[in-house]
């Protein structure tokens, strides 16, 4: 006798309706997901995959959203009509979701500790002393080196990575049914991201829990799912066995996703260019402050005497895991936070320039944030957010001239200028992260910094990106520092590359070199994660 679906998704359709015109965002999509199996959905940005995901645990924008057809059953029970009341039994406790922007999903005023100790206070009844023994075993277990450490820290104190292992923790608390995983292991570094893989296979075979993977990574998906849906235009256009579907794709979209990677290699570095910016004995220290009069114990070395240079027409790779300092290193080059050492930018030491002093230099230095969500004004329409920087540094320009630049930049970066109107919610994770990168480019800068600029965005996408960053760099001279753990993107963009851990570098050089002969054992784990495929059992864990 066959055994029933656990979840049954059936001719679903989502429709939005604003200003009087409705959207059809999902068109009658069909999938079953059985107990213990894990089901992928992929596709490229806006082809429906989240909002699938977001109508089993009804966390649309009611009433905004409708369901013009279609039933979600849950082990034979329709959810898709049952009532709040109802549905909030059901959420975090037989199905959870991990959301693929921890920054926007965790509360900024709470602790890790109370937000992971919150879900098991509520669902499960625990007293604190066993809620804060069972926080530091899940954070144990998503990899955060000493818990104990991080059990008061806030959202804002944590890198990408371990804000994205927080939610997992979160996730897993109540030993759901079944996981929806937006985008999980976007936030993460490549061997992180194999070992919460590998966790989550562990559980799923513990508990016989199933799991709804929503990624762009077709790698991961290759290795992880058992059944793959292939979404685009909000309909579903094969599905079936990963193998089967890798092997062998009918559907002409699923060939181009399976054909999409960034390849090509950086423009060839000039060593007579200038040096458009650089930095000695570069070091961001913060304070260990304990006991009742806050009395400095010791510091945190995010950045530890690190020297970088980065020429006219020169792309710098920065790769380690989460919490290696990486991002630190770009904010102190850019001035953003307090470091010590020497900071040049176009011959000119900045590093003792005031905030009013660094403002003329902004124009000519930009950056790409890693979470795009987090960094815009969900107030302002696109066309604000790309040409607030004109406005700045640009006061001449008409409103007409301005947003003719606008809409140049959004095209550029392969966005509808059309869509420049509508505001961050409106648009997916990857579409928002191409709006940042328009941001900056729109100013057309002299050096970026770009924080993990391809994290969100699929694989076609992100050879687009990989691409433009190329052309753009070529036909204006611009030094990029690109921060990454996607180390195959890294190596289509970099000409050297500096390893970091633990705010140290552990080897740098010509990227070529260090990709094909790494020296150190370090850096040979990390490419072995990202080039090998391997979901190893054991990798390095910097948090």
Known sequence: MTQDPLLTVKDLSVAFTQGGNTNTAVNKVSFDINKGETVALVGESGSGKSVSALSVLKLLPYPAASHPSGEILFRGQDILHATDKEMRKVRGNEISMIFQEPMTSLNPLHTVERQISEILKIHRGMSDTAARARVLELMTQVGIREPETRLNSYPHQLSGGQRQRVMIAMTLANEPELLIADEPTTALDVTVQAQILKLLKDLQSERGMAMLFITHDLGIVEKFADRVCVMTNGEIVEQGPVREIFDNPQHAYTKHLLAAEPKGSPPQQDDSKPVVIEADDLKVWFPIKRGFMRKTVGHVKAVDGIDVRVREGQTLGIVGESGSGKTTLGLALLRMISSTGRIS???????????????????????????????????????????????????????????????????EVGLNAETRHRYPHEFSGGQRQRISIARAMVLEPKFVMLDEPTSALDMSVQAQVVDLLRDLQKAHGLAYLFISHDLKVVRALANEVVVMRQGKVVESGDAEEIFDRPKTDYTKALMAAAFRLETAEEGVVSD
Do not use: C, Y
């Open 345 to 411: 930018f176009k011959g000119q030491d900045i590093q003792e320039n005031s905030w009013k002093e660094m403002r003329p230099l902004r124009r000519d230095i930009q950056i790409v944030f890693q979470d795009p969500f987090g960094a815009f004004s969900p107030r302002m329409s696109v066309a604000d957010i790309v040409g607030e920087g004109l406005q700045v540094h640009f006061p001449n320009l008409t409103a007409e001239e301005r947003d003719t630049k606008v809409a140049k930049a959004l095209e």
